[in-house]
């Protein structure tokens, strides 16, 4: 199991809220499919993180089935159980512990400053009769997010441009610890993919922002051939050129065709059937594992269940041993050797 | 034991930053005592709220020393292991699991507009070269502290002004998990006492502020009676009254003794040897259970270890009952149950 091999360690994932799409496969999936070779995985699906924006009752009850899509995407698109540690954040008790602890050496004002947080907030609140003021659990984010992180102890964290921040985050409070304690904690590296983000897909004011879930201007791995070829048909000039350079995999077809586009020496129209093509190719062998998976009932739950018993063991872990560092241990042991001192002191002949 | 009685519970308690003092005795122990008899009581010793303030190594070392005397001035002034449960709460993991829960339906502006927690940060820059930003743990901190009363499920805080703010912070978040997620808990009541505090003594600098423990100008617990007397000489005036007030047992002898105080009919020193000999008689046998309990080797720590592990089984009930109205625990056991129907599957007959 990747938990227990001598890799350096790697932590990524995404929070429960939709369906995978093509920003996430250029962005951070393939990514995390090619990592497994060179990395000990974990791969969170952070569920607790839905909880800073979607903490209604009504939002939770969607979570076992969203939890189910995101897992059985994951598995689809190549990543492997048997090399990545696939978890339910809420399931790890040692990382709320972790993050209590973290937050005593976070300054308030620097998560404040945050573009990510207030982005964050803002999408929380499109849609809402009445937008909720930012949540302490909103601003505390980033320390929940290097929780995750150092509770792997990852040394790379493979994101998306968004959460760039974050990690820098995690760095710091992994840096201030080793600084206040003891030398724990590697410093965890973010990773950016050579394609960050996708551009949307639909009408043009959903073409002009960045394919997201929350926005749904996106090709989610789950659409057929025709519906990746409908909406591909939308696509035009820049958006046409962002495509060909995130789905035509040799670099030197790429860059001919990116030219011709841009030169107008390729019609729109051959070039979407280029874009189509590789995009099929990319989603069929995924298709093809979706289906083989979803038929087969309970080994999606299994995967997440005995990922995430893997993930205590190792979050335990790295909690003890922050405890013992902060000297918390050494405290809570005290007393217990003093109260096994007296018990046996009570066997002691009168 | 408390925590298994049909009586309303009470939960209160103190950080372990030094020693108790009369300040403690007026504003809060005497009534944590009487209130015994009618509630279930939960006494926190609250490391972990240290940490918001007091997060480095040497610091956190000095905790098991501050931690006993805390527990034996406790145990002195007649806090009953028998009907209190005494906890160290660092050692209450699902407290640290709730406190995150929790912090998702808190608005991060109304912990920033409350005057205590600014309070606590200019306290901790006091001293130090220099003085830290606030830090995400302080901001916190009245979240913690409702994580601390929601999982005992205290309907009764008894509080020093100080804190009245914080209990008020943990009935807006009873009302808004009640309203989010089902009724599970009783809004917590504040209790303040008839005399919340008490003014220091010692220089005229000193007098002039609130008696307390980081100041310095205190009379504490462990003072002898002739320490107590000299401490007693520094006051005039109105700290005079105030101590009267706070010792003189009888209402009418309290009353006549103060008008005779502000009138000048009595002076000052009869009136500060009736004070010495009210503090002297409530003294006296605090100081006799403290050198017996002293004496008795392991006899503070097993009963701080068996309150840890009593608090340990109610916060645990508490957050199971949080999870299921939250949906948490449907969402895990759903996953465990998929789980359990394949591998009974594969037991089936080829």
């Not at 990592?35 to 009504?58: E, M």
């Not at 492997?80 to 709320?96: K, N």
Request: hydrophobic share 45%; charged share 30%.
């Amino acid at each position: 199991m990747a938990a227990t091999s001598d890799r350096p360690r790697l932590l990524t994932g995404d929070r429960p809220t939709g369906r995978l799409h093509l920003g996430h496969l250029v962005g951070s999936l393939r990514e995390r499919v090619a990592l497994q070779d060179s990395h000990a995985c974990f791969n969170i699906v952070a569920d607790l993180h839905t909880l800073t924006t979607r903490p209604r009752a009504k939002e939770i009850r969607e979570l076992p089935q969203l939890v189910r899509d995101m897992v059985l995407d994951l598995l689809s698109v190549g990543v492997d159980p048997e090399r990545t540690v696939i978890y339910l954040q809420s399931g790890v008790p040692a990382v709320y512990d972790l993050a209590i602890l973290l937050q005593m050496l976070m300054p308030a004002n620097r998560l404040e400053q945050l573009e990510s947080v207030r982005d964050m907030a803002e999408a929380a609140a499109i849609g809402r009769d009445k937008p909720a003021p930012m949540s302490l659990g909103l601003l505390a984010y980033p320390v929940l997010q290097a929780a995750d992180i150092l509770m792997a102890r990852a040394e790379l964290v493979p994101v998306g441009g968004d959460n760039l921040a974050h990690v820098d985050i995690a760095r710091e409070l992994a840096a201030r610890f080793n600084e206040l304690y003891g030398e724990l904690f590697v410093l965890p590296q973010a990773r950016a993919s050579r394609v960050p983000s996708l551009p949307g897909v639909g009408a043009a004011e959903d073409r002009g922002r960045k394919m997201s879930k929350s926005i749904g201007n996106a090709i989610w791995l789950v659409d057929d051939a025709s519906e990746v070829q409908r909406k591909v048909g939308s696509l035009e000039d820049e958006g046409l050129v962002a495509f060909v350079d995130a789905f035509v995999a040799d670099e030197d077809p790429r860059a001919e065709l990116i030219e011709a586009a841009r030169t107008g020496k390729v019609g729109a129209p051959a070039i979407r059937e280029a874009i189509c093509s590789a995009i099929e190719a990319e989603l069929r062998p995924i298709r093809a594992r979706r289906a083989e998976l979803a038929d087969e009932r309970g080994r999606v739950e299994e995967i997440l269940v005995d990922g995430t018993i893997s993930a205590r063991e190792v979050a335990y872990d790295t909690l003890q041993r922050v405890r013992e560092l902060m000297g918390l241990e050494a405290l809570w042991e005290g007393l217990v050797a003093a109260t096994e001192a007296r018990a046996e002191a009570r066997k002691a002949p009168y």
